[in-house]
């Protein structure tokens, strides 16, 4: 997941495919937010608009695993031995 997200490899080097399909995936987001904090001082309208949207689709990842955990943890409780 870090090399087809950017932390090992820039940002710049990766291909069109490989940026669509790191879209899926919440250490794109990370790095995304990481970029724009740090090459800037003070931000922009838009540059804040994409650092809470960064932030934001990151909750939501951790919400869908925490809920999946909650699922599957409920799943295996229902299971009679």
Not at 53 to 64: E, R, T, V
């Amino acid at each position: 997941m870090s090399f087809t997200c950017g932390v090992f490899v820039s940002m710049d080097v990766l291909g069109k495919g490989v940026k669509t399909f790191a879209h899926f995936l919440p250490v794109y987001w990370y790095e995304t937010v990481n970029e724009i904090l740090s090459k800037n001082v003070e931000f922009t309208a838009g540059q804040k608009m994409g650092i809470f949207q960064g932030l934001g689709i990151q909750i939501l990842f951790a919400a869908a695993i925490v809920c999946a955990g909650l699922a599957i943890d409920r799943r295996r409780g229902e299971q009679v031995y």
